[in-house]
C-alpha cells in the first residue's frame, strides 16, 4: 500500500464510523409512522375468469405484466435452448410483438364471448387461445 493510500483509507474509516455513529440516534429519535394512517391493502384472490371482467384495466394490465415479467426472467436465465423442459421459450415468442393491451383485449373479448367459462383461469386463457393457436400455425408452415 502507498503512502497517500493509507492515509486515504484511514480518512474513509474514519468518515464511516462517524458516519453511522450519527445515523443511529436520528433513526432512533424519529417516530414510527402510526399503523392508524396506513391503508389496508384489499386482499386479492387469485384471478380467474370470475374477477377479470370487474378488474379496472391498470390490476388486468398488473397481472399480465407480473406474468410477462416472471416469463422474461426464466427465459433470460434459461437462454434458447433450456436444458429443462419449460414452457416459458414457447411463451415468449408467442406472445412477442403485442403489448399488453393487446392481451389483455383478446382475454376480455373471451370472457364475453363465454360466460359459462367464467371458471377458466386466465393464464389457461392465454395460452390456449393465443399461444396455441400461434405454435400450431408455425408447425404447419
Excluded at 63 to 75: D, T, V
Amino acid at each position: 500500500m502507498s503512502i497517500i493510500q493509507q492515509p486515504m483509507k484511514a480518512l474513509f474509516s474514519i468518515s464511516l464510523i462517524a458516519g453511522l455513529a450519527a445515523w443511529a440516534p436520528v433513526q432512533a429519535a424519529e417516530p414510527a409512522t402510526p399503523l392508524a394512517r396506513v391503508k389496508p391493502v384489499k386482499e386479492l384472490p387469485f384471478p380467474g375468469g370470475k374477477e377479470w371482467p370487474t378488474a379496472t384495466e391498470r390490476e388486468k394490465i398488473a397481472y399480465l405484466l407480473g406474468i410477462l415479467n416472471m416469463a422474461m426472467i426464466e427465459y433470460q436465465f434459461t437462454g434458447p435452448n433450456p436444458k429443462h423442459r419449460t414452457a416459458v421459450e414457447k411463451l415468449v415468442e408467442s406472445l412477442d410483438g403485442l403489448s399488453l393491451h393487446q392481451i389483455m383485449e383478446t382475454v376480455d373479448a373471451y370472457y364475453q364471448a363465454n360466460p359459462d367459462q367464467q371458471q377458466r383461469p386466465i393464464f389457461e386463457v392465454i395460452w390456449f387461445e393465443m399461444v396455441e393457436p400461434k405454435l400450431a400455425a408455425s408447425k404447419t408452415k
